[in-house]
């Protein structure tokens, strides 16, 4: 009996070190998926497969050799299938490699009804929304989830402030939500700005899923894990580093957003193409109003993704991202309400351009319904960049573009700054 025993015992343990063999054998498969996919060669290799039976089973005595081909079979038959899985499943599909908080975000259209094949709905879920969203979104999203909870906000940028925070912490803990539970976040930017930072502080942490609503969170905020709500009025004071589990894009969704908001979305994309990439910026220069949005989506993100991989923290390279924020931060302060931040953005990329960019850009905004014209007061412009930038103390690390697709970081004085905006609005009255 003790015999028995002592052998099934040695089972278990060889049973438990296989499965972790095993675990470290699927991840090497999906490594290699990976690389053939983005290298664009076959998944199946046959040839590979027998050479592989044969040597393996060189090294087993001659009565287990044809129990171990079969073995053998079934792990590769396992391992294909996770490969095939893997090719359907990575259509669409970007990895942001950022270590244990690395991640997937996928473009898809039509995917918000298979969400629950990529996150892991089987919890409790705070289903985050706000009242200009399409209710139907988080209701098809609330649907997959075993427990979901919708909370939906009023609309605005008003929304993202301590007290809508607290409400959100509230709510988990009302519904005794645990370390293990989740947040989802359906909205633009200012629903996953809180959303992001309700899941980064609730016990510490919890896991947090993306799912963007409008151009500009499907192609910038969604990802690179900058989560905050404002103070008095201070944008994203109170915030944290919180990167999502998972990025679900339907660029479907986009139907329902005002064309004002999608232009808005696009010009932060136009700006990563101005800094980055060149390709991106003809696609915006060949772009006819009514043409999908997937692959611009889908190359901004991954601009975005390769800058967040190199600087987390934003404490050098991910300041590029602020191209034309500087005078466009001024711009929205001095137009008061009137102009949207997306068009600020793209008036604030104008005066920090060549010549020969600034006429090609200038053609593209148009094309995209963007504004063109700084019409605001210029001292009230400055007097807000001034007011922005009071704690750097005599300039700013200004962002130019002489050509597109690459930029240049210049250290420059306020009046620098300000003869470079006082030039371009010369220019635009001739
Ligand atoms: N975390 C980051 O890295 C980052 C980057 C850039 C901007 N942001 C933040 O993002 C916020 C702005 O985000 P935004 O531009 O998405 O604005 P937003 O979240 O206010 O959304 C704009 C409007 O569109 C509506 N809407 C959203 N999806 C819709 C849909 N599918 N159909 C119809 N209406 C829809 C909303 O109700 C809202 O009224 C700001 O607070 C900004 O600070 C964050
Ligand atoms: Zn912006």
């Known amino acids: 009996m003790n015999k028995l025993e002592n052998a099934r015992a040695k089972i278990n ?40 039976l044969e040597k393996n089973s060189e090294a087993v005595p001659e009565q287990l050799k044809g129990y171990y081909a079969e073995f053998l079979r079934g792990v590769i038959g396992v391992s294909k299938r996770y490969q095939r899985d893997r090719a359907e499943a990575c259509d669409g599909l970007i990895r942001l490699e950022l270590g244990d908080r690395s991640y ?47 909370v939906t906000l009023p609309q605005g940028e008003k929304t993202k402030d301590l007290d809508s925070f607290k409400l959100l912490l509230k709510n ?18 200012v629903i996953g700005d809180l959303a992001g930072f309700a899941a980064a502080a609730y016990m510490r942490g919890i896991d947090f899923y993306n799912v963007p609503t409008t151009t500009l969170s499907q192609i910038d905020s969604s990802i690179g894990g900058k989560v905050a709500v404002d103070l008095d009025g201070f944008k994203n004071t109170v915030g944290a580093f919180w990167q999502p589990k998972f990025v679900l894009i339907d660029p479907d969704v986009l139907s329902t957003l005002d064309p004002r908001q999608t232009a ?70 001095a137009e008061n309400g009137r102009l949207f931040h997306g068009e600020c953005v793209a008036l604030g990329m104008l005066p920090m351009c060549s010549e020969e960019v600034r006429e090609r850009l200038k053609n593209v905004l148009s094309k995209l319904g963007l ?55 010369r220019e635009a009255k001739k």
Not at 377 to 388: F, R, T
């Open 13 to 52: 343990e060889i049973d438990a070190e296989m499965a972790s063999l095993w675990i470290k054998r699927m991840e090497a498969v999906r490594e290699v998926s990976d690389f053939k996919r983005e290298n664009g060669l076959k998944v199946l290799d046959s040839a590979r497969e027998s050479a592989l």
């Open 104 to 150: 997937d975000i996928l473009v898809r259209r039509g995917e918000l009804k298979n969400a629950a094949k990529h996150l892991d709905l089987d919890r409790k879920a705070l289903i985050v929304t706000d009242d200009g969203v399409p209710p139907e979104y988080a209701e098809i999203l609330a649907e997959q989830c075993a427990e979901g909870y919708i």
């Open 172 to 189: 988990m803990l009302e519904k005794r939500f645990t370390r293990k539970d989740c947040v989802i976040a359906v909205g633009g930017g």
């Open 264 to 333: 808005c979305g696009l010009a932060e994309a136009v700006k990563m193409a101005l800094c980055f990439d060149k390709e991106l910026f003809e696609r915006f220069e060949s772009f006819e109003p009514g043409d999908r949005l997937d692959d611009i989506i889908a190359s901004s993100l991954k601009i975005k993704k390769a800058v967040v991989e190199q600087d987390e923290t934003e404490s050098g390279l991910r300041k590029v991202l602020n191209f034309g924020h500087t005078i466009g931060h001024g711009i929205e302060t």
């Open 371 to 425: 504004p063109l014209e700084i019409s605001a007061d210029p001292e009230k412009i400055k007097a807000a960049v001034l007011h922005d930038k009071k704690s750097q103390k005599g300039g700013v690390s200004a962002v130019r573009v002489n050509e597109v697709g690459k930029f240049e970081i210049e250290n420059m004085t306020f009046e620098q700054l300000f003869d470079l905006l006082d030039n371009y609005l």
